[in-house]
């Protein structure tokens, strides 16, 4: 499979994850957590305030990144044992999961395994850079309606890929996604977070925008179709 297709994919993936209605709600109280403040901070969002802010979504970021890539590298591990033979049937199997992310994420389908949420959150009354990254960290071992299949989806993709550095490669992308955005938040926390509040309800578009990118992605990982999307974009190969 190519990755000059893999990759942006997966950056789309990752911004998508960001900005998904179950999961941008949660932002600034998460922000608000790693850098010992209130709500009612942000939205004051003091030069110094700001930069600790800023300095802790980064060490959030890195947090979940871990998280993704070791994922994405050991289900590429896993996969990549699997006899040559067996690939068509793993990327038909890896096609119709994705598709059935993307059916969920559109509402057509209901999985309420889905719906549940895995969180571990920290109890410091101290936040420091450590305990931003930990708790970046059970962020990304999270589970949420809108979040989870998304990202499950790239997983699937990488675990496919049989490539251990290709897997690591596609889960960075991905966590370059879903950080950009949150990086942004962290310097411009007031000013987001408004946004946030007055908008809420329209953040339901990217989750149907990323139904139909799991559906597009899940027809061409099922098909193998990677190579002719390629040539149709008259792309070279890496």
């Given at each position: 499979?190519?990755?000059?297709?893999?990759?942006?994919v997966a950056?789309?993936?990752?911004?998508?994850?960001?900005?998904?209605?179950?999961?941008?709600?949660?932002?600034?109280?998460?922000?608000?957590?790693?850098?010992?403040?209130?709500?009612?901070?942000?939205?004051?969002?003091?030069?110094?305030?700001?930069?600790?802010?800023?300095?802790?979504?980064?060490?959030?970021?890195?947090?979940?990144?871990?998280?993704?890539?070791?994922?994405?590298?050991?289900?590429?591990?896993?996969?990549?044992?699997?006899?040559?033979?067996?690939?068509?049937?793993?990327?038909?199997?890896?096609?119709?999961?994705?598709?059935?992310?993307?059916?969920?994420?559109?509402?057509?389908?209901?999985?309420?395994?889905?719906?549940?949420?895995?969180?571990?959150?920290?109890?410091?009354?101290?936040?420091?850079?450590?305990?931003?990254?930990?708790?970046?960290?059970?962020?990304?071992?999270?589970?949420?309606?809108?979040?989870?299949?998304?990202?499950?989806?790239?997983?699937?993709?990488?675990?496919?890929?049989?490539?251990?550095?290709?897997?690591?490669?596609?889960?960075?992308?991905?966590?370059?996604?879903?950080?950009?955005?949150?990086?942004?938040?962290?310097?411009?926390?007031s000013q987001?977070?408004?946004i946030i509040?007055?908008?809420?309800?329209?953040?339901?578009?990217?989750?149907?925008?990323?139904?139909?990118?799991?559906?597009?992605?899940?027809?061409?990982?099922?098909?193998?179709?990677?190579?002719?999307?390629?040539?149709?974009?008259?792309?070279?190969?890496?």
């Open positions: 499979m190519a990755a000059e297709i893999q990759i942006p950056i789309v993936a990752g911004i998508l994850s960001f900005f998904s209605p179950c999961v941008l709600p949660l932002i600034p109280g998460y922000l608000a957590h790693i850098s010992g403040s209130s709500l009612k901070d942000l939205h004051q969002s003091k030069a110094v305030l700001q930069r600790k802010i800023f300095l802790n979504s980064i060490f959030f970021v890195t947090g979940f990144s871990s998280i993704f890539i070791v994922l994405g590298m050991f289900l590429a591990g896993v996969f990549g044992e699997i006899p040559p033979s067996q690939s068509i049937l793993i990327n038909r199997i890896g096609g119709i999961i994705i598709i059935v992310f993307g059916l969920y994420n559109l509402g057509i389908l209901h999985l309420p395994y889905l719906e549940r949420t895995v969180k571990v959150e920290s109890k410091s009354k101290n936040p420091g850079y450590l305990n931003s990254v930990v708790l970046g960290a059970s962020f990304g071992a999270g589970w949420t309606p809108c979040f989870g299949p998304i990202l499950a989806s790239i997983l699937v993709v990488a675990g496919a890929s049989g490539s251990v550095y290709l897997g690591g490669v596609l889960l960075g992308s991905y966590s370059v996604g879903l950080a950009i955005p949150f990086i942004i938040t962290g310097a411009f926390t987001v977070s408004t509040s007055k908008h809420r309800s329209k953040f339901a578009l990217f989750t149907q925008l990323s139904g139909i990118l799991l559906i597009a992605l899940g027809i061409i990982v099922f098909t193998n179709s990677f190579v002719r999307v390629l040539a149709f974009l008259n792309l070279p190969p890496l």
